[in-house]
């Protein structure tokens, strides 16, 4: 048997085997089921504990989250302010840029339109004197071309002549004889007798000249072949070494119109030219002498020391050589001269109708001018096309 004091009374109490199992069991029970509650509680407790902290924690990372994205947000926020006021001056700056642009645009078309006028007017002053110039430069050259086929009124040939040579005389000609042939002792003259002499007063070139208009024509002399043997005969009575026939004979011969004829197949150093071709012809044969004038005064040395005839020739052939080679050159390159002048006319009557022409280019430039507009200027650009909108707005 078991004792067991009542903690209340002090009473002492004997219990059996089976007694005390059974009160050992509830005793067992309350106090499993106490610690079981006490358990519970402080698992509950825990548990509240927990679930209070995982909440403070858990508020506190949202706070913390909330706070950062908050941040976040501030910070994008400045950036947004940032970019707008960026944005903003950039595009006002873009506006006052257009807003100066279309300034220089405006005075410039104005600019250009005050320009256009003064040029206009300028091109124009300066096309009418240019179409003057040119109307008597193809005035000059018809005038050329007209005395192939007409007589000259006036004046004769030979005055013609005179007057175009005495022009030069003093700057391209001051040591040369140029005068009317009024020896008539043989029985005939020439026109006109050319001699030029060098600084120590050796002759080194002559040319009998001859004149022939249409007036000059007989029944039985009218073509320029007519004249060729007397004015031969003229040139070697008279000590002159070239003949040249200045003629306005036979005015539809475009064998004479072609600039400066050699006829020395059949007279020797014998040449035709028309008008236009007289002072050309002088200055071509001269220069050739020129270049023959170093043997010319050899010759005249070698006279006075009595050398013998066959050094002479060899000199004299010598000279023929030369003056031959260099009358080639000069007869290739004037007949290009020639041919320039007969393109000239052409040219020149061309360029008086382009000029003609350009007064109506200039007056459709004039109106592409006046009709230039910003709204043209725009077309096709959409940007530009969307500023001015705005700026109308």
């Known amino acids: 048997m078991n004792k067991i004091i009542c903690p209340k009374c002090g009473e002492a109490f004997e219990l059996t085997d089976n007694n005390y199992a059974d009160i050992l069991n509830q005793v067992r029970t309350a106090e499993f089921d106490k610690e079981i509650a006490m358990h519970e509680e402080t698992h509950k407790r825990e548990k509240e504990s927990a679930v209070k902290l995982a909440v403070a924690e858990s508020e506190a990372g949202f706070k913390n989250e909330i706070a950062e994205k908050e941040r976040e947000i501030e910070k994008l ?37 005050t320009n256009a006028e003064l040029q206009k007017k300028s091109t124009e002053e300066i096309h009418q004197a240019e179409l003057a110039r040119k109307d008597e430069e193809i005035a000059f050259y018809k005038d050329f071309k007209a005395r192939q086929s007409t007589k000259m009124i006036g004046e004769s040939l030979e005055q013609h002549c005179s007057i ?42 002559s040319i009998m000249f001859e004149m022939k208009n249409e007036g000059d024509t007989t029944a039985t002399k009218h073509k320029n072949e007519d004249f060729f043997k007397e004015l031969d005969k003229d040139r070697n009575e008279k000590g002159c070494e070239y003949a040249v026939l ?28 028309r008008p236009q071709f007289f002072i050309p012809i002088i200055t071509v044969l001269r220069n050739a002498a020129l270049n023959s004038l170093e043997y010319k005064q050899e010759l005249a040395v070698i006279r006075n020391q009595n050398i013998d005839i066959t050094h002479f020739e060899e000199n004299m052939n010598s000279f023929k050589d030369a003056f031959a080679r260099n009358y080639e050159l000069a007869s290739k390159k004037f007949q290009t001269a020639i041919d320039e002048i007969d393109k000239t006319i052409d040219h020149l009557q061309k360029t008086k109708e382009a000029l003609l022409s350009s007064e109506n280019n200039l ?19 959409p940007t530009m096309q969307a500023k001015f909108a705005e700026l109308k707005k």
């Open 77 to 113: 926020k400045s950036q947004i302010e940032i970019s707008e006021r960026a944005k903003e001056m950039d595009i006002r700056s873009a506006v006052q840029e257009k807003e100066a642009e279309i300034a220089r645009l405006t005075s410039r078309i104005e600019l250009d339109k």
């Open 363 to 381: 007056r459709l430039a004039n109106n592409k001018a006046e009709d230039l507009s910003i709204k043209k200027l725009t077309k096709g650009n």
């Open 164 to 205: 175009e040579f005495n022009k030069l005389r003093a700057t391209a000609f001051p040591n040369a004889y140029f005068e009317k042939d009024n020896d008539a002792k043989t029985g005939s003259k020439g026109d006109f007798i050319y001699r030029e002499y060098a600084s120590d007063g050796t002759e080194f070139i």
């Open 246 to 273: 200045v003629t306005m004979l036979e005015a539809d011969n475009e064998y004479y119109n072609n600039g400066i004829v050699d006829v020395s197949y059949k007279y020797p150093k014998m040449y035709v030219v």
